[in-house]
């Protein structure tokens, strides 16, 4: 292996290991894969380009072209034109996903999950660090700089991560940035000549000596500084375990979990989210996550809210950031709630599952007291508790007071304009939100007088006559391109309904958001009610003025639609008795809902992931093309691009080749001499003036420069080849010529100053010379097809021969 390709081994390998050390910040490792082979790929761009040579700038902007390209692939090839050329559609979508992973990465706690704005912020990352590093340690020689972009990616991964493999990656990060400037060092070394040992070979027979006669000591500045890095990991492992540690500080860990631990405000800087509703929905067994008591006459209503998803940014429904303080003996009212309005208040003692753990607080909506121990944290917008570092449902039992309310049909119908604030904030859509859903919106809810009835309009469009499927089987997704694939196919679980029922009544101008919990379960007897996996579920709601955040049910099949929304709608109390859910059966049914979660990540820590609780954000799962598709699909565009510039690829490097440094001896001088008229004619053949073989090189000179129209100084240049060449030829002891390289290109730059355009566009793009190689190849077919053929016939032969004694015998 040459100096160059050790070299940009090395460089793609160090960038390689020190990105390990991001593998804690997330669940999953599958990405890692990815950008090892778009690493890999990136690094061959590198070293073709290098072989050619293009210049510097042109190689790092060639690397720069196909990691582009190769991201586009895997992130952005709906958008893309082919799949892989990136278009104003496919940068838009790189925005979109790149902001969702900034607001992934300040809401989740590590591990996060892979989302597909936090898998382009890494394999893109790290495509940039390893186009930085082979930059500098092989482009341009420099490998002790390339340890800077090395560290900046080490020391993100350090600074977010838990501390405890802090050891292990910094090792990998620290032995791939060593192995990067001892292959430097050697390619180095190697430049000066053999490679010295500092000592002079012991005499034979000499304890030490090398019985093979190899240069033991040859390689001794190898093996020191093998030695010196071996030496200083280890000091930099051991030391700080004698030193003081500094704990707390702005960048100290205080714990696990949302909040910043003061007892008076902070934000929610991470959710625990409520894994895969789908998957929960879909276990094989309905395992009871909760159960409870309540004075409730009935329990139609007795949702178990656990978050609102208020932000739609394109590729998710998900909580926004908001702020959070500690839980008040009383919890302030319901926005928007009017005094006219009828409320029943009741009273729910609720117990978690001991293997349920899960960072939100299910509770009834909307609720005006929680007793509770542990460390929680209320925030007010969504009227939802927090555990706060670390804090768990996990076996936890606690009593909520909560509101039943009771608005009326006419009472929402009169409902009144919105806070202009809470309607800007909670009407927001993408821009990636395709027209067919405001279209439909507007189709859906033709001839409604207001908003409530437009709200029925789309609640009735998806659960009675809009031809909806109920199926928890189809495939999960809260984005644009999942909203109107679900729109035109007409098939798929509470998540479709939910997040599509609010998109549109965002469109309409309608305030709405998403909540995700569980439907009220079933009986469980001795006035028990018992919540299982298969209740997990996901609802709109809707703002009305004066009534505040109401809940309506587009999904069919799944917990009950309410009064207020059915053309029957009674006034007053309800009378009816307590009953089950609609829903709440625990034997699995051909209607069991479907969402996108199946555990929290509290659970996957501790192993007793399963079965879980709803999904509380519901991005995509899907981690772009497999593997085999990219491979593929990259090969292909390769041989797209690369296969029309082969001549002109094959070409630079064989001039590179031929004007290389001169030879040392007299017969490298004479054959640098005839490679360099080689180069003359095959120049002047690509610009149209043809080889003659029958003419002596004096007289091939002169041709050139007549139909040529050489100037005086390429003419000149010309001659002094010409001469060189005879010299060669002729001279009994040849005599090297200094300056043959120069001469050359000084004839290159004559004949194509005097060229044509398109005449300079075919000698670059499809020179004539080229030929060369088809007739190399045939050569090299006819020499081989010779020799099978003389070693047949010797084969023939020798059984001919054999054959009388065989017979004889």
């Not at 979990?257 to 929960?280: D, R, Y």
């Not at 296969?643 to 064989?654: A, F, G, H, S, T």
């Not at 003419?695 to 240049?717: C, F, H, N």
């Not at 090299?780 to 003389?790: I, K, N, P, Q, Y």
């Amino acid at each position: 292996m040459s100096g160059g390709a050790r070299l940009s081994v090395c460089a793609t390998l160090a960038t390689f290991l020190a990105s390990c050390a991001l593998l804690p910040l997330v669940e999953r490792s599958t990405w890692i894969m990815q950008a090892a082979i778009l690493l890999v790929i990136q690094a061959a761009v590198g070293a073709a380009t290098r072989r050619v040579p293009l210049a510097r700038p042109l190689t790092v902007a060639a690397q720069a072209l196909v990691s582009l390209l190769l991201l586009t692939l895997v992130f952005a090839h709906d958008q893309a034109l082919g799949a892989i050329v990136p278009g104003p559609d496919a940068f838009r979508h790189f925005g979109t996903l790149l902001q969702a992973g900034g607001d992934d990465v300040g809401r989740y706690m590590i591990p996060a999950p892979l989302s597909d704005g936090i898998r382009l912020m890494l394999v893109g990352g790290t495509l940039v660090i390893g186009l930085l590093v082979d930059t500098l340690a092989v482009t341009f020689r420099s490998a002790a700089p390339a340890g800077l972009p090395l560290l900046a990616l080490y020391s993100v991964a350090a600074g977010l991560s838990d501390g405890g493999t802090d050891w292990l990656w910094f090792l990998c990060a620290a032995g791939g940035y060593l192995l990067l400037l001892l292959a430097e060092s050697r390619d180095r070394l190697s430049q000066w000549g053999r490679v010295f040992g500092g000592t002079g070979r012991p005499p034979a027979g000499t304890p030490g000596a090398d019985s093979r006669g190899g240069g033991g000591g040859a390689l001794a500045p190898v093996r020191t500084g093998r030695r010196i890095g071996v030496l200083a990991l280890g000091i930099a492992l051991v030391v700080p375990l004698a030193l003081p540690a500094l704990d707390g500080g702005l960048l100290g860990s205080t714990g696990s979990g949302v909040g910043n631990g003061s007892g008076g405000g902070g934000t929610i800087s991470a959710v625990n989210p409520l894994v895969s509703l789908q998957n929960s929905l879909n276990q094989p067994e309905d395992r009871t996550v909760m159960s409870y008591r309540t004075n409730a006459e009935r329990t139609s209503d007795m949702y178990l809210r656990i978050v609102a998803l208020d932000e739609f940014d394109g590729t998710t429904w998900r909580p926004s950031v908001r702020s959070i303080t500690d839980v008040p003996s009383t919890l302030p009212g319901p926005p928007g709630l009017g005094a006219d309005i009828g409320r029943t208040e009741i009273t729910t003692r609720i117990s978690a599952a001991d293997w349920y753990a899960q960072d939100w607080l299910p509770m009834p909506y909307p609720a005006t007291k929680v007793s509770i121990d542990g460390r929680w944290r209320f925030e007010q917008v969504g009227r939802t508790l927090v555990g706060d570092h670390g804090q768990t449902t996990r076996g936890k039992s606690y009593k909520v007071t909560s509101l039943i309310v009771q608005p009326t049909a006419e009472q929402l119908a009169n409902a009144g304009a919105p806070p202009k604030d809470l309607s800007r904030e909670f009407t927001k859509v993408p821009d990636s939100l395709p027209d067919v859903v405001r279209s439909t919106a507007l189709r859906v809810t033709a001839g409604a007088a207001n908003n409530y009835e437009r709200a029925v309009k789309l609640q009735d469009y998806f659960a009675v006559n809009g031809g909806f499927t109920y199926n928890t089987e189809v495939q999960a997704g809260s984005g644009s391109a999942a909203i109107a694939r679900f729109l035109k196919q007409k098939e798929g679980f509470c998540v479709h309904f939910s997040f599509s029922m609010a998109a549109m009544a965002r469109t309409l101008g309608i305030p709405a958001r998403v909540a995700v919990g569980f439907t009220p379960g079933a009986p469980a007897g001795d006035g028990r009610y018992s919540v299982g996996l298969r209740d997990a579920h996901a609802w709109p709601e809707l703002y009305f003025e004066g009534v505040g955040w109401t809940r309506f049910e587009p999904t069919p099949n799944r917990g009950t639609v309410p009064e207020y929304t059915q053309d029957n709608t009674p006034a007053g109390n309800p009378s009816n008795p307590a009953a089950p859910s609609a829903s709440a059966s625990s034997a699995p049914s051909a209607a069991q809902p479907s969402s996108s979660e199946s555990c929290s990540l509290a659970q996957r820590k501790d192993g007793s992931c399963g079965n879980t609780a709803p999904a509380a954000a519901g991005g995509s799962t899907d981690d772009g093309p497999p593997l085999g598709m990219i491979l593929l699909v990259t090969l292909a565009a390769l041989l797209i691009l690369v296969v029309p510039l082969l001549p002109m690829l094959w070409r630079k490097r064989v001039r590179a080749r031929r004007l290389g440094c001169a030879g040392r001896t007299e017969a490298d001088a004479a054959a640098r001499t005839l490679e360099a008229w080689r180069e003359v004619t095959d120049t002047a053949w690509d610009l149209g003036i043809g080889p003659d073989d029958a003419e002596t090189p004096r007289k091939a000179a002169a041709r050139i420069v007549r139909v040529g129209q050489l100037d005086a100084p390429a003419a000149e240049a010309l001659h002094r080849v010409a001469a060189a060449v005879e010299q060669v030829l002729y001279a009994p002891r040849p005599v090297p010529v200094p300056g043959l390289g120069e001469d050359v290109r000084r004839l290159y730059g004559g004949l194509h100053a005097k060229a044509g355009r398109m005449t300079r566009l075919r000698a670059t793009l499809a020179p004539r010379s080229a030929v060369r190689v088809a007739w190399a190849l045939s050569h090299r077919w006819e020499s081989f097809t010779a020799r099978l053929r003389a070693r047949w016939a010797s084969a023939l032969e020798r059984h001919s021969r054999s054959r009388p004694s065989n017979q004889e015998g």
